[in-house]
């Protein structure tokens, strides 16, 4: 998971990534995993909690290295409003 996050630039290193992660700001298809390494499958929804907002995204694709922004974008499909936490 945090692998696939990096790839779809949710942040700009694996670590943060993993540790998103392991601090419990991600949930798969509803459910708090906590599991850097968990396996993800095209169709799962991850809502991410970052900084000020939170990301709903279904996974669509997954490449086998991290690219540009428009090669990131096509890995995922933005799910409904982020909010905004103030």
Same mark, same amino acid.
């Not at 991290?66 to 990131?72: F, I, K, N, Q, T």
């Given at each position: 998971m945090d692998k696939w996050?990096?790839?779809? $630039?949710?942040?700009?290193a694996r670590t943060s990534a993993a540790e998103? /992660? /392991?601090?419990?700001?991600v $949930?798969?298809?509803g459910a708090r995993e906590t599991s850097p390494g968990h396996a993800i499958k095209i169709?799962? /929804?991850?809502?991410?909690?970052l900084d000020r907002t939170v990301r709903v995204l279904k996974v669509t694709a997954f490449n086998a290295r991290?690219?540009?922004?428009?090669?990131?974008?096509v890995l995922y499909e933005e799910l409904g409003d982020a909010k905004r936490n103030s």
């Open positions: 996050l990096w790839h779809a $630039r949710v942040v700009k998103l /992660v /392991v601090t419990g700001h $949930r798969v298809n169709g799962d /929804v991850l809502t991410v909690a991290r690219g540009d922004a428009a090669s990131a974008r």
